[in-house]
């Protein structure tokens, strides 16, 4: 079955200290992982797509990594507003099932001032 | 580009009545999804269609939810003798089988059963 698990569930850091997420993921074939960004009452919003092993994706603060068994989304430096949940899934490679996302339960990020 | 669109944003209904939600997807986009999302989770998938064939329900979709896209263009998606596990936030989203493989997500309707 596939499964996406991320870690930390939350997590508080100061404005300018840099982490990662990690998202680790088990699919029988993965056609693409995607990063999704969501803030409270509203929809995820789309940050990154990583196809293969090695491959990197930035934008602004924010890079994303990709391994054969799981991604890191780096932040480096963050800002308040970059407080969010982020979302991390995978999309299996397969004919029965091959649209769908699977996704982690997420990762709450909170950047205090 | 107006993004996805998604009809009421909220509903309050009581336990036993029917409820119908309407999502308008990105005008060029020929896929769209159905999720759902209760508190603290990921979305859960729930279905999809191409143009306007459903070609993926979920096991968690019961006999009590159908889903439709007449035209390939707008979806509905109606639960019916809702009951109070129904709860959750529903998401559409859409993506192109012509461009990247990456789906984009409306702003959700919020169901609260009663």
């Known amino acids: 079955e596939d499964q996406v698990t991320q870690s930390p569930e939350a997590l508080r850091l100061q404005e300018g200290e840099s982490s990662s997420l990690n998202c680790s993921y088990t699919?029988?074939?993965?056609?693409?992982l995607f990063w999704y960004r969501q803030d409270p009452g509203k929809g995820p919003e789309f940050l990154f797509t990583?196809?293969?092993a090695g491959e990197e994706k930035e934008k602004e603060r924010l890079k994303a990594t990709l391994t054969k068994k799981e991604s890191f989304l780096h932040i480096t430096a963050p800002k308040p507003e970059d407080s969010a949940t982020y979302l991390c899934?995978?999309?299996?490679?397969?004919?029965?099932?091959?649209?769908?996302?699977?996704f982690g339960q997420g990762t709450r990020l909170t950047i205090n001032p | 580009d107006t993004g996805v669109s998604q009809d009421p944003r909220h509903k309050i209904t009581k336990r036993g009545q029917n409820v119908t939600f309407r999502c308008d997807p990105i005008?060029?986009?020929?896929?769209l999804y159905w999720y759902r999302q209760t508190l603290g989770q990921g979305p859960e998938f729930l279905t999809y269609?191409?143009?306007?064939?459903?070609?993926?329900k979920s096991r968690l979709l019961s006999d009590r939810f159908s889903a439709e896209r007449p035209k390939g263009s707008f979806s509905t998606l109606e639960i019916q003798r809702t009951e109070q596990g129904d709860s959750a936030m529903y998401l559409c989203?859409?993506?192109?089988?012509?461009?990247?493989?990456?789906?984009?997500f409306g702003q959700g309707t919020r169901l609260t059963v009663v």
């Open positions: 989203a859409s993506s192109s089988s012509a461009r990247g493989r990456e789906a984009f």
């Open positions: 699919v029988s074939g993965l056609r693409g």
């Open positions: 990583l196809y293969s």
């Open positions: 899934a995978v999309q299996p490679l397969r004919i029965q099932g091959a649209q769908k996302l699977v």
């Open positions: 005008s060029e986009h020929n896929r």
């Open positions: 269609f191409q143009n306007e064939a459903q070609l993926e």
